[in-house]
């Protein structure tokens, strides 16, 4: 029985309707599911019998399973292109997507989690819709800006701030509403705020790097299996195509690890065990809880751009460990949140756990989203943007809207990034 099958099981059965809106309930239904238990894990069945349909019902609406996530993800899109082009300024937008986000927080991990079982055509319409997103939110603060508009990277600030918007898909954090909204807002405003430089034009294109595996066959399977588990997920590679990948036959591979979980764990733990050497590292090197929270900030990003982002993509692989083991890394990643948190209420008493917590993520999602973006690898230096950005929204958000017309760039500027943005962006 899948996973969303047992935990269907143990509920009483409903009197089944047949609501106006059904095809709406059996969307919102599939995007739950698939979010909480993963497209594979997830059947055709569980959706149906959640949504109050048969099976044959549901196949009438939908040819597959496929087919219905592609559905699902275009539908929300759709609702989110509607609720920000009936928006009259830039303040309404940011509002209207973060009720949006709030009201559906699994729609947008779905894209980046589940997008490769899309087919070609539902993959390239969800792209497009993404794509006038994020024109929209530029044309918006190309408005808003009016004369400071000259000269900004609106495109990349765009980008940024619909992450900032979509965070709370990549986090379990509760919190009432409307002050989670406002939480939002203000975390988005603060990117809006952010005057980030457009790059100067490349000379050329950049010569493509195809990278070295290490020598020891334990190392190499690691470093194989990170971008391998990030492109195609868990349920989409075989300990078969990492042995390919290095090399070596699929049985070699047990000599280093009894199964594919036993990888995926191994790699987490890499990943997991880098980031709290560079978290560690930042404390020590620093006097202030401020410094601290900028050093770890920019570890995060020089990593993140380094690896485009892949270690970013794996953390929604977690839930595909067995229990124990899925537990362990849940835990870790909690702490690690927590040092971020306690390190930014060190430096802003004024917040709560809560919107701490919202802002550190809306943070690391920026930068996990951000650094897959080619927007960002325009830059010389990608690291030092995704720093300036996220300290913006570590500080700003909490703080009110504030103005979000470009007039006022200093407001989520600290001074100790200024001398780096300058140089990144000039």
């Not at 040092?339 to 550190?360: G, I, K, N, Q, S």
Request: hydrophobic content about 45%; overall charge neutral.
């Amino acid at each position: 029985m899948s996973p969303a099958g047992a935990a269907r099981a143990h509920r009483v059965p409903e009197e089944r309707s047949r609501p106006r809106d059904r095809k709406a309930r059996i969307l919102a239904v599939a995007v739950e599911l698939f979010h909480r238990h993963g497209f594979a894990a997830t059947s055709m069945e569980d959706i149906a019998a959640e949504s109050g349909v048969t099976a044959g019902a549901l196949y009438r609406h939908f040819p597959g399973k496929r087919e219905l996530l592609g559905r699902a993800l275009a539908h929300g899109l759709d609702g989110l292109l509607t609720g920000i082009g009936e928006a009259a300024d830039l303040t309404q937008l940011l509002d209207a997507a973060a009720h949006f986000t709030l009201d559906r927080r699994g729609s947008t991990v779905l894209w980046q989690r589940e997008a490769r079982h899309l087919s070609d055509a539902d993959r390239a319409e969800v792209e497009r819709g993404h794509a006038q997103a994020a024109r929209m939110v530029t044309t918006a603060l190309r408005t808003a800006a009016g004369e400071h508009a000259s000269g900004r990277d609106l495109d990349l600030v765009a980008w940024g701030c619909l992450a900032v918007l979509a965070s709370p898909s990549y986090h379990h954090t509760a919190l009432s509403r409307p002050r989670f909204d406002e939480l939002l807002v203000s975390a988005a405003a603060a990117v809006c705020r952010t005057d980030v430089r457009r790059p100067l034009p490349a000379p050329g294109p950049a010569a493509p790097v195809t990278g070295m595996l290490p020598r020891t066959r334990h190392e190499a399977l690691l470093a194989a299996a990170l971008p391998l588990f990030s492109a195609h997920g868990f349920d989409g590679v075989g300990l078969e195509d990492v042995a390919r990948a290095v090399g070596m036959s699929r049985a070699a591979v047990y000599a280093h690890y009894d199964s594919k979980a036993d990888l995926l764990t191994a790699v987490l733990r890499r990943e997991s065990e880098a980031a709290w050497y560079a978290l560690n590292r930042a404390l020590a090197e620093s006097a202030s809880a401020a410094e601290a929270l900028e050093r770890v900030l920019r570890a995060y990003a020089v990593a993140a751009t380094a690896s485009r982002g892949l270690a970013g993509l794996l953390v929604s692989e977690v839930p595909r460990l067995p229990g124990e083991q899925r537990e362990s890394a849940h835990r870790t990643q909690l702490l690690y949140v927590a040092e971020w948190v306690a390190l930014l209420r060190a430096c802003r008493p004024e917040l709560d756990e809560c919107a701490a917590r919202v802002a550190v993520h809306a943070s690391l999602t920026l930068v996990n989203v951000l650094s897959r973006r080619r927007e960002v690898h325009c830059h010389e230096h990608p690291a030092d943007v995704l720093t300036h950005l996220g300290l913006s929204v570590l500080h700003g958000t909490g703080s009110g809207t504030g103005p979000v017309d470009g007039t006022a760039p200093g407001h989520s500027r600290p001074a100790t990034t200024t001398t780096a943005t300058r140089r990144t962006s000039s």
